[in-house]
């Protein structure tokens, strides 16, 4: 079984429809991150939250919004889905302390049309 | 403003020769650094990291090599398998404050056999 899921897989929206993606995680890590990947950009960091009660802007966080409903889940939410927000999604975890190495989840295609 | 660049978008090498990836970074605070590997329709898995005390680590086949006083790190596959052939990103994080990882853009690599 993988130890960080997200659900969906793969969605399809309309612009200004508000939708959510999920990541859950079974590593018992602290920290969880939100990434999009859009071609020739790399992995850029949306929010991350490094427990229940800590959430921080990542360097794209306008349009989003996130809610970590226990250690395991972390939520990302579009309130307002806009075309420029196609992209691949990634959730990531990493372990409190030490050198950062993190985990990802499989990715959410999303496609706002 | 990109603070980790992968300036080479695609590298192909014949199976059994060395691959070698490049990766160079501006921020003089990052003192750890990763490699990931990503296939299609996978997130990216972990797959080597070097601390800023060290010039070399190696894995196995893997072999990341780091001048910080040129800010640059490469990868080196040898020998190179058809089963390498993945995007590659390189990472970075600096040990105070938020400990964030910053991306590259990804090098993709096909092993030819």
């Known amino acids: 079984d993988a130890d960080v899921t997200q659900t969906p897989r793969n969605r399809i929206t309309k612009t200004g429809k508000r939708i959510m993606l999920e990541c859950s995680q079974t590593?018992?890590?602290?920290?969880m991150y939100w990434y999009r990947q859009d071609p020739g950009l790399g992995l850029r960091l949306i929010y991350y939250?490094?427990?229940?009660?800590?959430?921080n802007k990542g360097e794209i966080s306008d349009g989003y919004s996130v809610s970590r409903q226990a250690q395991a889940k972390f939520s990302l939410s579009l309130e307002s889905a806009i075309p420029n927000q196609t992209a691949l999604y990634f959730c990531?975890?990493?372990?409190?302390?030490?050198?950062?190495?993190?985990?990802f989840g499989p990715g959410t295609r999303l496609l706002v049309l | 403003d990109q603070q980790v660049k992968q300036n080479s978008p695609s590298l192909s090498v014949q199976e059994g020769r060395i691959s070698i990836l490049n990766c160079d970074y501006t921020?003089?605070?990052?003192?750890?650094f990763l490699w990931y590997k990503k296939y299609p329709a996978e997130g990216p898995t972990f797959l080597i990291s070097?601390?800023?005390?060290?010039d070399k680590n190696e894995d196995g086949r893997f072999t990341v090599f780091l001048n910080k006083s040129a800010k640059h790190l490469s990868l080196h596959i040898v020998p190179s398998q058809p089963g390498d052939s993945a995007v590659y990103f390189c990472?970075?994080?600096?040990?105070?404050?938020?400990?964030?990882?910053?991306f590259g853009t990804g090098t993709r690599l096909t092993v030819i056999p």
């Open positions: 990531a975890t990493s372990v409190a302390g030490g050198p950062e190495t993190q985990y």
């Open positions: 590593k018992g890590h602290d920290r």
């Open positions: 939250s490094f427990d229940v009660k800590d959430i």
């Open positions: 921020n003089s605070m990052f003192d750890y």
């Open positions: 070097i601390s800023s005390i060290k």
């Open positions: 990472a970075a994080s600096a040990q105070t404050g938020a400990n964030n990882l910053f």
